[in-house]
Structure formats: structure tokens, C-alpha cells
């Protein structure tokens, strides 16, 4: 059982784009090999900013993806128990049936964050996540 996130970068963002911390692209997560998640049009700067703070939280706690754009949170990662994690989403496309391990659900979101940073600096960003890399 594993997850993975996967990200296509919108080409045709304006400078003004980048000074305002938004970074639009397309975001699929896939879980156990079946699309769990697709936003075409994600902010994944804001996304990636909330999963590192996540991430170095070194705790336990769930992983809430709020953005100004829902009323609601539009991705969770909810602590269960016995280092499982269940994974919830306003526009999840099945309800899953297992949990994922906290090793392979971090795994994975380290691996989202090293290959968006790597994008971030080939086009020039400045927003860095480099406690990933």
C-alpha cells in the first residue's frame, strides 16, 4: 500500500504570480495505485508551505490542507492510531478502505516536497523548501 503525489507546474502564470506566493499546477494523489485526488488547479506553493511545516512538526498531529479559496479543508491526513493515517478529502474520488503507515505517508510527502523544490529552483521561484533536499 503507498501513496504518491505527482505535480504538473502551470506554464502560463504571470510574474505577478510568483511575488504573491501563488504557484498554481495541476495535483494528482494517487493511493494504492487508484487516483484518490485531482485539483488541476492546485496552489501548490501553499500546499507545499503547509506540508513542510507539517513535516518538521515531528508530531502526531493531523495534517489539515486549508486554503482561502474553500470554507472547508480541501485534503486530510487524520491520525488513527498505531502510526496509521487515514486520508480524507473534500473531493476524493473513493473512500479508502486501508490506512497508510506514517513512514511511507511522510516518505511521500518528502518526495512531493524534494521534487517541487527542484522544479521551484530550475524556473526560478523563490519560494524554497530545502530541509528536503
Same mark, same amino acid.
Given at each position: 500500500?503507498?501513496?504518491?503525489?505527482?505535480?504538473?507546474?502551470? %506554464?502560463?502564470?504571470?510574474h505577478s504570480a510568483y511575488e504573491l506566493g501563488y504557484m498554481e499546477g495541476e495535483l494528482n494523489?494517487?493511493?494504492?495505485?487508484?487516483?484518490?485526488?485531482?485539483? %488541476?488547479?492546485?496552489?501548490?506553493?501553499?500546499?507545499?508551505? !503547509?506540508?513542510?511545516?507539517?513535516?518538521?512538526?515531528?508530531? !502526531?498531529? #493531523?495534517?489539515?490542507?486549508?486554503?482561502?479559496?474553500?470554507?472547508? %479543508?480541501?485534503?486530510?491526513?487524520?491520525?488513527?492510531?498505531?502510526? !496509521?493515517?487515514?486520508?480524507?478529502?473534500?473531493?476524493?474520488?473513493?473512500? %479508502?478502505? #486501508?490506512?497508510?503507515?506514517?513512514?511511507?505517508?511522510?516518505?511521500?510527502?518528502?518526495?512531493?516536497?524534494?521534487?517541487?523544490?527542484?522544479?521551484?529552483?530550475?524556473?526560478?521561484?523563490?519560494?524554497?523548501?530545502?530541509?528536503?533536499?
Amino acid at each position: 500500500m503507498g501513496i504518491t503525489f505527482t505535480f504538473k507546474i502551470n %506554464p502560463e502564470q504571470k510574474h505577478s504570480a510568483y511575488e504573491l506566493g501563488y504557484m498554481e499546477g495541476e495535483l494528482n494523489i494517487h493511493f494504492n495505485q487508484k487516483l484518490f485526488f485531482h485539483d %488541476p488547479h492546485n496552489n501548490l506553493a501553499e500546499l507545499a508551505a !503547509q506540508l513542510d511545516k507539517w513535516m518538521n512538526s515531528g508530531s !502526531q498531529k #493531523d495534517f489539515i490542507f486549508k486554503t482561502i479559496d474553500h470554507d472547508e %479543508p480541501i485534503l486530510t491526513f487524520q491520525y488513527e492510531s498505531s502510526n !496509521q493515517w487515514r486520508l480524507h478529502s473534500i473531493w476524493q474520488n473513493f473512500e %479508502p478502505e #486501508d490506512t497508510i503507515h506514517t513512514i511511507a505517508l511522510k516518505s511521500a510527502a518528502k518526495k512531493f516536497l524534494e521534487n517541487l523544490n527542484k522544479e521551484f529552483n530550475r524556473i526560478g521561484y523563490d519560494v524554497k523548501f530545502d530541509d528536503h533536499t
